[in-house]
């Protein structure tokens, strides 16, 4: 066996012991849900900048502030998704300020930050909670503890745009885990008692989209967290009474701001080096795995959200090994000049029965 075939081995096996270690113990955070906490990775820092671009531009009359379930609907690299966004809400202003991963104190940070700064929109849509239930059941400190970040949301939004009308969305049904169904009912429970019926409304949709179980109907998610066409349109056929109700009729020239999108996607991505910047001095392009090893780590740990172990949505120590076995693949694969290892990766993490925000994630390295 030649010494790199030797090195390649020695680290596949350390590599794999630190993952099997991971399972031993799962740690809760000590970071309450109505802090806020920046994100730290450069794409989540790159789409803060774009979101506060956007609040600047154009004019907001509805404004959607929430996670991934609500980015994608308003989303340049949703193209199904915006068209649909488009064909709901054209006319009436609104602008899409979700972004994938966030919990409630990922939110909170990014409105303190100034997103929704000089917005004075007419009207907030909030959808947040469901990164913070993550994949496993909550005991009650953390049902109160995820009350009280959707309530200082709203705290939040009601200080920065008084005037807005805010409705407060249900967290949605998930499927990845079914256990967990009775800890957002209770949360739901729990963030109804914030409306007033009149400057905060309550919507929750669950009926439509899941039965009296929490067994999400065929066809309303993608892959049982997140919503698809017929779901998205599920929520917008529950929106748009009461924004009429609020704003009226929609006008027939939309001045919202153009949408955005995930930078990371985008022709030119600055977080990333293209080909021609990686060909010729480093052949795997550790920039962007720099940059981005915190979604593969996700990958290989099921960790499915990027703020789980600073919120305590679980498997912390499981992820902080993965992440440490990502990190060695990759700076072993580095020295060696390994490129092979890069393109077998996608095959060794695939197998898995990842969800697709992981899956979705990983696209990122490539």
Same mark, same amino acid.
């Given at each position: ?11 596949? =096996? +350390? ?12 740690? &809760? ?5 109505? &802090? *806020? ?12 900048? &774009? ?5 600047? #531009? ?27 966004? %488009?064909?709901?809400? =054209? ?45 496993? *059941? ?21 200080? %920065? ?36 019926? %009149? ?33 998205? &349109? ?16 929609? =006008? ?37 795995? #720099?940059?981005?090893?915190?979604? +593969? ?68 390295? %490539?």
């Amino acid at each position: 066996m030649s010494n790199k075939r030797k090195m390649i081995s020695v680290f596949v =096996s +350390v590599s794999l012991c630190l993952y099997s270690l991971s399972g031993v113990s799962y740690a &809760q955070s000590t970071i309450p849900a109505n &802090q *806020p906490l920046a994100r730290t990775d450069s794409n989540s820092q790159l789409a803060h900048q &774009q979101l506060l671009e956007k609040a600047r #531009r154009g004019r907001i009359d509805v404004f959607f502030l929430g996670d991934s379930i609500t980015r994608r609907w308003g989303a340049t690299d949703y193209p199904d998704f915006l068209a649909n966004w %488009k064909q709901n809400f =054209s006319g009436w202003n609104a602008a899409n300020f979700g972004w994938g991963g966030d919990t409630t104190q990922n939110i909170l940070w990014r409105l303190e930050n100034g997103e929704l700064d000089g917005v004075n929109p007419k009207v907030i849509v909030i959808l947040a909670g469901t990164n913070n239930v993550g994949r496993e *059941p909550g005991d009650d400190a953390r049902v109160a503890d995820i009350t009280r970040g959707v309530h200082a949301i709203i705290d939040l939004c009601r200080k %920065k745009a008084r005037r807005a009308t805010i409705i407060l969305t249900a967290i949605f049904p998930r499927n990845d885990n079914l256990a967990v169904v009775p800890t957002i009912d209770r949360i739901n429970k729990n963030i109804a008692a914030f409306a007033d019926g %009149k400057k905060t409304r309550f919507l929750n949709i669950n009926d439509k989209l899941a039965g009296p179980d929490g067994v999400l109907f065929d066809g309303v998610t993608v892959d049982k967290l997140h919503l698809s066409l017929k779901g998205y &349109q599920i929520w917008a056929d529950a929106l748009k009474p009461l924004i009429r109700k609020i704003l009226g009729p929609p =006008s027939a020239r939309d001045q919202a701001p153009p949408p955005t999108g995930d930078p990371s996607k985008s022709p030119v991505g600055k977080g990333k080096l293209d080909e021609s910047q990686n060909r010729g001095r480093n052949p795997i392009g550790s920039a962007s795995w #720099r940059s981005n090893d915190l979604y +593969v780590a996700q990958a290989f740990s099921g960790v499915s959200e990027p703020r789980a172990v600073a919120t305590g949505s679980g498997r912390t120590a499981k992820f902080i090994s993965a992440r440490i076995a990502v990190i060695l693949f990759r700076e072993v694969a580095f020295l060696i000049q390994g490129d092979f290892l890069i393109r077998s990766l996608p095959l060794a993490v695939l197998t898995d029965p990842l969800n697709g925000w992981a899956r979705e994630s990983f696209t990122m390295m %490539k």
